[in-house]
């Protein structure tokens, strides 16, 4: 069984409509993020978490909220999608190690806003 | 600005072939770079990282990276490609401040290896 799983894998919704991604660990870690990735930008960071008390935001918060509802659970929410939120989106995992650990990243929800 | 270039969107070599994917890095401070590797319709796997010590890295899949300071790089090498290296390569850098570590990635490039 993969160690972080994501669901949906694929999902189109329609502008204005609140959806949510959910990120499920099995690895133990604290530390949870959530990315998107775009063509020819890498991969951005929207909210990070080091433990379930410990919620930042990243460098493109704006129109996401998370949620931390245990050490294993990490959602991400789009309130009133838009399409330009339309992207791929991962969440990724890692171990102690003062910040300098690999991080464990899930298969990705591919989200389409039509 | 920290960030981190990979100044390719693309890398075409052939099989057997040694391959080079570029990446450049600016931060203040130590440097902290991975590289990870996206197959299609898949996460991201972590590949290797230099933290410390040794500026030649070895990782998964026989792939290697040379941390070099003083051209603020850190190549990925492989001595003979395969097909199957074909994927999407970032890298990325750890940004320090505001009491945390953050990870950049690069734009990502696409290695394509023809057989």
């Known amino acids: 069984d993969a160690d972080v799983t994501q669901t949906p894998r694929n999902r189109i919704t329609k502008t204005g409509k609140r959806i949510m991604l959910e990120c499920s660990q099995t690895?133990?870690?604290?530390?949870m993020y959530w990315y998107r990735q775009d063509p020819g930008l890498g991969l951005r960071l929207i909210y990070y978490?080091?433990?379930?008390?410990?919620?930042n935001k990243g460098e493109i918060s704006d129109g996401y909220s998370v949620s931390r509802q245990a050490q294993a659970k990490f959602s991400l929410s789009l309130e009133s999608a838009i399409p330009n939120q339309t992207a791929l989106y991962f969440c990724a995992t890692s171990g102690p190690g003062q910040g300098l650990s690999e991080q464990y990243f899930g298969p990705g929800t591919r989200l389409t806003v039509t | 600005a920290q960030s981190v270039a990979q100044p390719e969107d693309q890398v075409n070599v052939a099989e057997g072939n040694p391959l080079t994917v570029k990446c450049t890095y600016s931060v203040s401070g130590n440097p902290y770079l991975f590289w990870y590797v996206q197959y299609p319709n898949r996460g991201l796997q972590f590949l290797l990282k230099y933290i410390t010590g040794d500026n030649l890295v070895k990782g998964s899949y026989g792939f290697e990276a040379e941390f070099n300071k003083s051209q603020t790089s850190f190549h990925l090498k492989k001595p003979s490609a395969l097909v199957s290296d074909s994927a999407l390569y970032f890298c990325a850098v750890i940004i320090t401040g505001g009491g945390y570590n953050k990870l950049i990635f690069g734009a990502g490039t696409r290695l394509a290896v023809h057989p």
């Open positions: 690895k133990g870690h604290d530390r």
């Open positions: 978490s080091f433990d379930v008390k410990d919620i």
